[in-house]
């Protein structure tokens, strides 16, 4: 381990609280949300059992965290029914229904414009 991960190498949790673990060093047993729900899992309305940290320079705090579950008490995934598909495919079709024209697309619109290309720009230029 590099000298920056000894800070964040709190297994009992008395400095943060929960037990914390350098980056990609977490112990097995342990699973991420994303992790979860690659092996059909979900968290399944556990606590946060443990954490994992690295430095971050974009970020104001300069702390990257992710917060682990464990893979014993996570439950499987909720199947999708129809009436969820039916919800998710009219929030798909609301992206991209331009607001402005009532014109659907075959892209999402940007939320940077909030509107379609040629609503954003009606004289024809583009944005820079």
Request: hydrophobic content about 35%; some cysteine.
């Amino acid at each position: 381990m590099s000298p920056a991960c000894g800070k964040c190498f709190d297994p009992t949790g008395a400095q943060f609280g929960i037990p914390t673990y350098p980056w990609r060093y977490a112990p097995e047993g342990f699973a991420t949300r994303r992790q979860l729900r690659a092996l059909g899992l979900r968290p399944g309305g556990q606590p946060v059992a443990a954490q994992v940290m690295r430095r971050s320079r974009g970020r104001k705090s300069g702390v990257l965290v992710g917060y682990l579950y464990r893979v014993d008490l996570a439950k499987p995934v909720r199947p999708m029914t129809s009436r969820k598909w039916g919800a998710l495919a009219l929030a798909m079709l609301a992206r991209r229904t331009c607001p402005a024209c009532r014109i659907t697309y075959s892209y999402c619109i940007p939320t940077s414009l909030g509107m379609c290309v040629p609503c954003a720009y009606p004289d024809g230029q583009r944005a820079p």
